[in-house]
């Protein structure tokens, strides 16, 4: 599958975005999806994750209560809402994709992912 991840871009501090991520093909509901982020100088680390169903989803503890994973597989596209902004949070954006037999299984690592989207760049400002 490919992936097209958008919706970056400049916020201050407290704002919001919405990330997407468009799926190429026609079997998008078959994958688990991720969200990913990788800041300047330091390592890639999870974000968010979404079972093939939608029915659960898992949050990192450093955004949860601010950022929520959803999908609409009707649209073959999965979205990161970004609430209350920090600085901390600037870095690039990765959706990832995972074809699962298992209908309410998420993944949170990133080896357990095999498509990668190209990113996109949030930057918050103080």
């Known amino acids: 599958v490919q992936l097209q991840a958008c919706g970056g871009g400049f916020v201050q501090a407290g704002g919001s975005l919405r990330l997407s991520c468009a799926a190429s093909?026609?079997?998008?509901?078959?994958?688990?999806m991720g969200w990913f982020r990788q800041a300047p100088g330091k390592e890639r680390e999870f974000v968010a994750a979404?079972?093939?169903?939608?029915?659960?989803?898992y949050i990192a503890d450093s955004v949860k209560g601010r950022f929520a994973i959803s999908r609409d597989n009707t649209q073959n596209t999965v979205y990161l809402q970004m609430n209350s902004l920090k600085p901390d949070d600037t870095a690039v954006y990765y959706c990832?994709?995972?074809?699962?037999?298992?209908?309410?299984?998420?993944?949170?690592?990133?080896?357990?992912?095999?498509?990668w989207g190209q990113g996109t760049l949030v930057t918050v400002s103080s």
């Open positions: 990832a994709a995972r074809r699962s037999s298992l209908y309410i299984t998420y993944y949170s690592r990133s080896d357990e992912y095999d498509s």
């Open positions: 979404i079972a093939r169903s939608g029915s659960r989803a």
């Open positions: 093909g026609r079997t998008f509901g078959t994958y688990a």
